[in-house]
């Protein structure tokens, strides 16, 4: 299904690049690395089932796969982990990461009550101030308002509300509530790559934010219509006039980690979102490619233009 997109996989980094490097790791899950600091956006290990979604049966944080990614990974340099927002697929394991490394977990109130339900310790908590520049070595993160793909009851996010005390597992997956949906600006000097983590969008929320690439949810997209589409595509790869789009969190995040379906057709079909998405690209930015990420495969974010495909 993955082929019937038309996207290649982003290509191997060149030889000796000193590029920054993202590695997607599911869903919308992605470490960067500038080989001197790391930077983890989400941290989704665990893999509840399906079956665990649909009995409500209460869920624990996977200690053995979050060791073995953390290892696999080698997250030793980690400085912050960066939830989108706060939903198992996306914030299930931050306090678990925080507590095998002296990362930050930055986020919303509901973000930090996962983290201290998973007692990590306050002074490795940082609740986001927006518009505040966070600094990790040579990365600058800017964290922005966005909002939740409208996917759920009446046009409303799926599992709305916040999360108001520390937040301790077992849990059935409904209790990871939303919190607070993100853009994520994570600028360094060799460029800027926007993850928009959620297929919502607040209007003309980006403007006078430039990205050279943008990680692009297609999470829900499909079932929402074209127009809609269209709108966040302007609104979040035309507005930063991106050069590379990588589409995320198109894979079922049942799944265990490492390995990549596409999600099921009822919450969004991909060759239907690779068709629309490439007639946004001709008609809105035709200098754009769009590439996909391969799992746990090191991704060259400033290293290759547009032309070198
Ligand atoms: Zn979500």
């Known amino acids: 299904m993955l082929e019937n997109t038309g996207w290649a996989y982003a290509p191997a980094p060149p030889e000796n690049s000193a590029s920054v490097i993202a590695t997607w790791l599911g869903v919308t899950t992605l470490l960067f690395d500038d080989g001197e600091t790391q930077i983890l956006i989400d941290g989704f290990f665990s893999r509840p089932t399906l079956a665990d979604s649909l009995f409500r049966r209460p869920v624990v944080n996977d200690a053995a796969t979050i060791n073995y990614a953390m290892h696999e990974f080698r997250m030793r340099r980690l400085a912050a982990i960066i939830p989108v927002h706060s939903h198992f697929d996306h914030a299930m394991d931050v306090g678990a990461i925080a507590n095998r490394s002296s990362a930050s977990v930055i986020g919303s109130e509901t973000t930090a009550n996962i983290a201290r339900g998973a007692g990590v310790p306050?002074?490795?908590?940082?609740?986001?101030?927006?518009?505040?520049?966070?600094?990790?070595?040579?990365?600058?993160?800017?964290?922005?308002?966005?909002?939740?793909?409208?996917?759920?009851?009446?046009?409303?996010?799926?599992?709305?509300?916040?999360?108001?005390?520390?937040?301790?597992?077992?849990?059935?997956?409904s209790a990871w509530r939303e919190g607070a949906s993100y853009s994520i600006v994570i600028e360094h000097p060799q460029g800027t790559t926007l993850v928009q983590g959620s297929a919502g969008y607040v209007e003309e929320g980006l403007e006078g934010v430039a990205a050279d690439v943008v990680m692009l949810s297609v999470g829900g997209l499909t079932t929402l219509d074209r127009d809609y589409a269209e709108k966040y595509w302007q609104e979040i790869v035309t507005t930063t006039g991106a050069r590379i789009v990588y589409p995320i969190h198109f894979d079922d995040f049942t799944r265990p980690f490492g390995e990549i379906v596409p999600g099921p057709r009822i919450l969004g079909n991909i060759e239907k979102a690779a068709e629309w998405f490439n007639e946004f690209q001709a008609t809105w930015d035709p200098d754009c490619i769009i590439l996909l990420p391969e799992f746990g495969k090191p991704i060259a974010l400033y290293a290759q233009s547009s032309s070198s495909t």
């Open 122 to 173: 306050e002074d490795q908590i940082i609740v986001v101030e927006l518009d505040e520049t966070y600094q990790f070595g040579e990365f600058s993160v800017r964290i922005l308002r966005s909002k939740h793909a409208p996917i759920g009851w009446r046009g409303n996010p799926p599992l709305p509300g916040t999360i108001d005390e520390p937040l301790t597992v077992p849990q059935p997956i």
